[in-house]
């Protein structure tokens, strides 16, 4: 079965990423990795040119200002009149009012492709009760019903992850049980896997496709570090290394998949 990570490594999909301050360098190397090019750019006075010339964009609100905001949007609306994948990861979203509200304003005017978020998030997202504190969701949720409430709401492709991710596309759903819990002790993880996303859209038009070989790939990379690596600091290099060395047919073996479940 073919793997969309070759077409990422074959054709080194150009990444824009408006991101966080604090997942840059991780978010730049685990593009590497994967074989994808990433360039961070926030200034408004660039983001419309970069955001045209790459093959897909990530708006991430992790640590947004009201001046970031402003150039999303510029970056998004360059990017759809481009026909360019937006992934959107509305860290945090639901905790402060300033985030609810500047997540509403990119939505609004920015034609997403998907969006990628916790539990907490996509149901604050999609004003469904949620709990979210500070960039980390909290509490349980039945999941499916989030992901079929939150799709209907948003009207836009969803993956939300956590233990099991579940992937959500014009109505047919995808989850995955692939990962490891070492994932949510090392920053960035989720910010990662949403430029990883991005990259896996950027080589196909079939956005399900896409959404579910990034994150299948994305989880199995992760189990594979842990096993070589049972503590965060060092999981987190081994992880960068298993992102650049999965092959296609390990993928076939490895993933945990339950097509619409
Ligand atoms: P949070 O801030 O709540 O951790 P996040 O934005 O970092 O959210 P996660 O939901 O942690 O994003 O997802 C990032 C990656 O970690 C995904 O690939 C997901 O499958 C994986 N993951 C998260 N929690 C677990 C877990 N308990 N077991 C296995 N994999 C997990
Ligand atoms: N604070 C603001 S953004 C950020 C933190 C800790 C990174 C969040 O990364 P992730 O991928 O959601 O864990
Ligand atoms: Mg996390
Ligand atoms: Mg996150």
Do not use: W
């Not at 233990?163 to 014009?170: G, K, P, S, T």
């Amino acid at each position: 079965m073919s793997h969309l990570i070759e077409e990422v490594r074959k054709n080194q999909p150009l990444i824009h990423n408006i991101t966080n301050q604090v997942v840059m360098n991780f978010t730049a190397n685990g593009l590497y990795a994967i074989g994808a090019s990433p360039v961070m750019a926030n200034a408004k006075e660039e983001v419309g040119e970069m955001a045209a010339l790459a093959n897909a964009l990530v708006l991430n609100i992790g640590t947004l200002t009201d001046m970031q905001v402003d150039a999303m949007i510029v970056a998004g609306k360059a990017a759809n009149q481009a026909g360019t994948p937006v992934v959107f990861d509305p860290v945090g979203v639901g905790a402060t009012t300033f985030r609810t509200q500047s997540a509403q304003r990119i939505l609004e005017q920015v034609k997403v492709t998907c969006i990628r978020g916790n539990a907490g998030e996509i149901a604050s997202l999609a004003g469904l009760s949620a709990t979210v504190r500070g960039v980390d969701g909290a509490g349980d949720v039945d999941m499916e019903t989030l992901a079929a409430q939150a799709h209907q709401k948003l009207g836009v492709s969803l993956v939300i992850t956590g233990a099991q991710d579940i992937l959500i596309h014009r109505g047919e759903k995808v989850i995955l049980s692939n990962g490891h819990p070492l994932l949510t002790k090392v920053t960035g993880a989720g910010c990662l896997l949403s430029s990883v996303l991005a990259a896996f859209l950027a080589v196909t038009d079939d956005v399900l496709q896409a959404m579910t070989d990034a994150v299948s790939y994305y989880g199995i990379a992760a189990e594979n570090a842990a096993n070589e690596q049972q503590l965060p600091g060092s999981f987190q290099v081994s992880f960068i290394d298993q992102l650049y060395n999965l092959k296609s047919e390990e993928i076939n073996r490895k993933i945990r998949m339950i097509r619409g479940a």
